[in-house]
């Protein structure tokens, strides 16, 4: 065994969060000359590892669902590694070893202020920009037996966050690396993205994206107010100015938001502006949705996402090909329906195997769409690697919304520039076919969508449908809004859903009909959809990949145009 291929494995799932975080900085720091350091955060038996300002599954879903499907998903990553590339895992028994075995690699430490936790950022960038050890201050006297010197020390300098990110912005965001900036919440006390953070020297904040009022409420109603309204604003172009006037009116109101805005236009397009990470407590994923699309940044969502300095190091085995186009021949009676597993944005959710899903027995026996994001072939390639090299005929990769990165397609900045991107990504990635955030966005969005389309095939628009679902050809180009679930039931159970889809189906009427299924992973499982499946089997029901899907759609279009 090559030593190249020998690698460091430290169980952090027993240690305290302080630890975590000093755990996962020092893994960034070393795994910036190769992929040297495996961390194993164990299972999300925790609630706090299951939840932001939502509860995604308790633990009747948790236990009673999802945990024995997920499994461990950073020793079955491991696992992947050992086995495929080759790799040599090296359990080290603690912090201690960890640090002593690599001494010469840090040139100091820093002390973060338990009083201000967001300092906890400062101290972890700091770390990554001069090869530090980051410790709370309970374990300074731990670092000090290592004989180095304290760099940093950041314990009573700030009185309030806005104070803190605003020296950060000043000392720190120009020695950062461009192009990419991370919001981490330390009250989530999930360290996992960190040693990402870490290796390549993100910016890091954690600043408020909204203040409830005139601003907010500007921002949805250009995202999902009523349709003829959004039409006309966006037809006169005044979404840019009323998007504008939004942020700059919650930024008056607030000092967070403020500096939050600041911040995020900062960021330079190399070739669209990325953020990493995740909402603070003090907001909603639709909220931060807002804010940073207004401000032409891509999200990378990458809460609970562990050993991505590791991932990203490893060379893939092959290049991504995109599946050849399959052969279709449309049933003037049939009902055809296409399941799309959502949130595969989420780097957390590549790297469960898709919440453990991926590692059903029933894979490869139904028709099925995966979201996954298609900036792995970038971030992390011997990771999306796992999906592509171990798909079947049935398996279909899809992007996640709204593309290369998570946006809100009508509120996205510079959003040409961004569908450009999303059209090179998805090709290196192999995939053609994307799954785009609203269901029914302004006509002028719709023909930038297809405009920039590159190579794609066509779109699965809508994570959840508020009013309208469109189905059609704009410009040639099929945009088919999914049926289910509605936006008041994305809650839904399993049966729940399956339920309606089954009142859709009877209800058809011997004409063409698609039925597009969004699935809310954290409810509905790929075991649920093949027993729904077994059950439903009719001569003009026919369940189908999302290519497949658009390529029959596209046919019954074409001839219903004629």
Not at 511 to 519: A, K, N
């Amino acid at each position: 065994m090559s030593p190249e291929k020998t690698i460091a494995t430290l169980d952090v799932s027993s240690l305290a969060y302080d630890e975590q975080v000093c755990a996962a900085a020092l893994q960034g720091l070393l795994n910036r000359s190769g992929p040297h350091v495996f961390l194993d955060y164990g299972f999300y038996d925790d609630p706090m590892a299951r939840r932001t300002n939502e509860i995604f599954m308790d633990d009747d879903f948790w236990y009673g669902k999802y945990r024995a499907m997920l499994g461990n998903q950073d020793r079955n990553n491991l696992n992947y590694y050992t086995h495929e590339h080759g790799f040599n895992p090296h359990p080290v028994k603690d912090l201690d070893e960890l640090v002593t075995v690599n001494l010469t690699a840090f040139k100091g430490y820093v002390v973060w202020d338990e009083s201000q936790p967001d300092t906890t950022n400062l101290a972890v960038m700091l770390a990554g920009l001069e090869d530090l050890i980051a410790v709370s201050p309970a374990h300074e006297a731990w670092v000090k037996a290592f004989n180095l010197p304290k760099a940093h020390d950041l314990r009573g300098k700030w009185q309030d966050r806005v104070a803190i990110y605003t020296w950060a912005y000043e000392n720190l965001f120009p020695r950062c690396k461009k192009g990419m900036l991370a919001c981490l919440e330390p009250g989530w006390e999930r360290p996992e993205f960190l040693d990402y953070a870490v290796k390549n020297n993100i910016f890091i904040y954690s600043l408020s994206s909204t203040f409830k009022g005139f601003g907010a409420t500007t921002l949805l109603l250009l995202a999902f107010g009523p349709p003829w309204l959004r039409e006309l604003l966006f037809a006169l172009r005044l979404d840019g100015a009323l998007k504008r006037l939004a942020l700059f009116w919650m930024g008056r109101k607030s000092a967070e938001v403020r500096l939050s805005n600041c911040i995020q236009s900062a960021v330079e397009a190399l070739p669209y502006p990325t953020i990493f990470g995740w909402h603070t407590k003090r907001d909603d994923e639709l909220t931060f949705m807002l804010q940073l699309s207004s401000n032409g940044l891509r999200l990378v969502p990458s809460h609970l996402a562990g050993n991505f300095s590791f991932h990203s190091r490893v060379k893939p085995l092959d290049e991504f090909k995109t599946d050849i186009l399959p052969e279709v021949k449309l049933d003037p009676q049939g009902t055809y329906v296409t399941f799309t597993l959502s949130d595969g944005d989420q780097l957390m959710m590549m790297n469960t195997a898709e919440l453990g899903n991926w590692n059903s027995a029933a894979r490869g026996s139904i028709p099925f769409n995966w979201e996954c994001q298609p900036l792995l072939s970038e971030l992390a390639p011997a990771l999306l690697e796992r999906f592509s090299r171990t798909k079947t005929a049935n398996d279909c990769l899809v992007a996640g919304p709204s593309g290369a990165g998570y946006v809100v397609p009508p509120l996205a900045a510079r959003f040409a520039d961004y569908m450009k991107s999303t059209a090179q990504v998805c090709k290196k990635a192999g995939i053609n076919v994307v799954t785009t955030y609203v269901a029914d966005p302004p006509r002028r969005v719709l023909r930038q969508l297809v405009k920039h389309k590159g190579d794609l095939l066509g779109f699965l628009s809508g994570y959840a449908i508020v009013s309208r679902a469109p189905q059609e050809l704009v410009n040639g180009t099929p945009v088919f809004a999914n049926e289910i679930p509605q936006a008041a039931n994305i809650w839904d159970t399993a049966d729940q859903l399956l339920s309606r889809l089954e009142g859709l189906i009877l209800s058809t009427n011997g004409t063409p009909r698609f039925i597009g299924v969004h699935l809310f992973a954290y409810r509905t499982s790929l075991d649920d959809v093949a027993a729904f499946i077994k059950k439903h089997d009719g001569e003009h029901l026919h369940f189908v990949r999302a290519d497949e899907f658009l390529l029959l759609a596209q046919q019954h279009l074409n001839q219903s145009s004629k």
